[in-house]
């Protein structure tokens, strides 16, 4: 199984892929979208892929009117961030999560290293956020909130980076970029609290 992205969405209405297709080409990048199943009014699996063939990744439309896989994969969601950190994102997105009627499963592939795939797949990424709205969920990440700024901890102890995260203050997110291999942003971010010395974000 590979590491896989996730678009969760609280709408059923199904991406473009005109659109999608004009995100790649309007930032020239070389890729392409292959649909493996449905109609294209209807899809229900596409292919991103380079123009030499070479698979970036295979994106999974499920949606909740079609069977309990959503439900399913919502409650294991809900189950999963019990313990996580800060416990203000945890219940945000427990109140969230019970609204989202589609899941966008990204499955990233050996394409996405070469020839500017994480461009190609970013682009494919925003395009379908950009129609449906939704959080983000990535595997060893976390979730984001709406606007695509991360909420929840659930990185490795060892990652390093700059990452642009959100708190929730008075039910409003605070954004901001900080340094995730800070010990003292770490424990601040768990905490539910803005880091000291953080860039701020709008």
Known sequence: MGHYIRILSPSETVPSLARIRTALSSNALPGRIQVEAGPDEQWTQISVVHESGEVVADIERNSGSEGDLVAEEIEEFREEIEDCEPASAVAWLSDYLPNVKTIYAFQLLDG?????????????????????????????????????????WQFSNSVTGLWWMAVLRDGKWIRFQM????????????????????????
């Open 112 to 152: 996405t290293e070469a020839d500017q795939g994480w461009e190609i797949l970013g682009a494919v990424k925003n395009s379908i956020h950009e129609q449906v709205g939704g959080i983000i969920q990535a595997d060893h990440e976390g979730f984001t909130e709406e606007h695509g700024y991360q909420i929840l």
């Open 179 to 202: 340094d995730l291999g800070n010990r003292k942003h770490r424990k601040a971010f768990c905490a539910g609290q803005v880091p000291d010395g953080v860039t701020m974000g709008e």
